[in-house]
Structure formats: structure tokens, C-alpha cells
Antibody, heavy 117, light 110 residues
């Protein structure tokens, strides 16, 4: 069974870098594409970007200048870095797998990150 | 900037049928956007309902169906049940390779 688990600091200061890790079990990370998606409290879902083990990636144009994603096959996990954060980046961050039909088939439970001094 | 539109809220009676839509502010939605639909209840991660326009995800009841209607993706719930009361999100895959979520529809069953 495929399981994804996000982890990282729950509190980040403004202007610093938000860093999260998604640990994957039940699936090989170097086979699939992986996405990060976020949801501010009380609001809708926002796609952040996707990455493939090969190194190819694509990011939401509104976040592209601040986002970096990476994959570590040796640990079977993926990472998200979002720099220069503000309160507007406060959200639950999800990692998700997507496949050949361009949909997100497995989701993590999400990690709440609050940006505050 | 690509904007995907959804009804902010909708209401359906138990046993009734409701169709939620997912459109583009500029342009038409087609199967080439591979529309998918997700159900989310408070505090939970989204659950995949429909992908590739009209394919139900494993374990999803047959009362959920997807289609293209009037240049929009559509999610129809036939015979709504109380536990269908949730937020519903669509997402489109764009030619540039990015994904865009709609703003979500809050469905009330009463």
C-alpha cells in the first residue's frame, strides 16, 4: 500500500525558508511523478509543482521564483523548499503522487506550516 | 493567469441529483485537460473521486460520475447521501504541464 508522510517544522519565521520532506513507502520514488499541493486555512487547494526523479520539474508560475523541489531515491523521499516566506504561505502542505492520467492518486495526510515571528 | 471556476456552494436534497461544474474563465474544458475531481472533508486530505474526465477511482461509489457538459467538466452525484456533504475540487492539466485547481464547491446535503 502506498503511503506518503510529510514532515518538517511547523513554524517558520517570515523571510526564512520553509523546508518539508515527504517520505514514501509502498512505491519506488524513481518511477513516478510527485507533486506538492498546499491549502491555506479555510481556503482551497493550490498546486505548487511536480518533480520526477530524472530531474525534470514544473512549478506553479506564481511560486516559481521561490520554489525548489528535489528527490532523494536513496531515502525514497522528496523535498520542498520555499524561500522568502510570508504569512500568506501559511498552509497545510500535501505531497501527492500522480500518474499517467494526470491525476493525484495518493496523498499524504498533510503538514501544517505556520509563518509567524 | 489560468483561472478554473467552480460554484462556491451547492445544495442537494438526500436522494437527489446534483451536477457540479469546472470551467475555464477563458476557454473551454476538454478531455485534453484530463479533469479530475477530489472530495475533501474538514481536517482530512483530499480523496480522489474521478480522473481522466470520467473514470472512477478505486472504491468510489457508482453514484459519482464525471463528464464534459457545455464546455465544462462536470461531476454528477446521483442519489446524494448525507456523507456526500463535503468540499469538492476539480483540477485541470494544462498544455504547459502545470495543474490548476478550481476554488472548490461546498456541497450541502439537506
Amino acid at each position: 500500500q502506498v503511503q506518503l508522510q510529510e514532515s518538517g517544522p511547523g513554524l517558520v519565521k517570515p523571510s526564512e525558508t520553509l523546508s518539508l520532506t515527504c517520505s514514501v513507502s509502498g512505491a519506488s520514488i524513481n518511477v513516478y511523478y510527485w507533486s506538492w499541493i498546499r491549502q491555506p486555512p479555510g481556503r482551497g487547494l493550490e498546486w505548487i509543482g511536480w518533480i520526477h526523479y530524472s530531474g525534470s520539474s514544473n512549478y506553479n508560475p506564481s511560486l516559481r521564483s521561490r520554489v525548489t523541489m528535489s528527490v532523494d531515491a536513496s531515502k525514497n523521499h522528496l523535498s520542498l523548499d520555499l524561500n522568502s516566506v510570508t504569512a500568506a504561505d501559511t498552509a497545510v502542505y500535501y505531497c501527492a503522487r500522480y500518474g499517467t492520467m494526470y491525476y493525484f492518486d495518493y496523498w499524504g495526510q498533510g503538514a501544517l506550516v505556520t509563518v509567524s515571528s | 493567469q489560468t483561472v478554473v471556476t467552480q460554484e462556491p456552494s451547492f445544495s442537494v436534497s438526500p436522494g437527489g441529483t446534483v451536477t457540479l461544474t469546472c470551467g475555464l474563465r477563458s476557454g473551454s474544458v476538454s478531455t485534453s485537460h484530463y479533469p479530475s475531481w477530489y472530495q475533501q472533508t474538514p481536517g482530512q486530505a483530499p480523496r480522489t473521486l474521478i480522473y481522466n474526465t470520467n473514470t472512477r477511482s478505486s472504491g468510489v461509489p457508482g453514484r459519482f460520475s464525471g463528464s464534459i457538459l457545455d464546455n465544462k467538466a462536470a461531476l454528477t452525484i446521483t442519489g446524494a447521501q448525507a456523507d456526500d456533504e463535503s468540499d469538492y475540487y476539480c483540477v485541470l492539466h494544462m498544455a504547459s504541464g502545470i495543474y490548476v485547481f478550481g476554488g472548490g464547491t461546498k456541497l450541502t446535503v439537506l
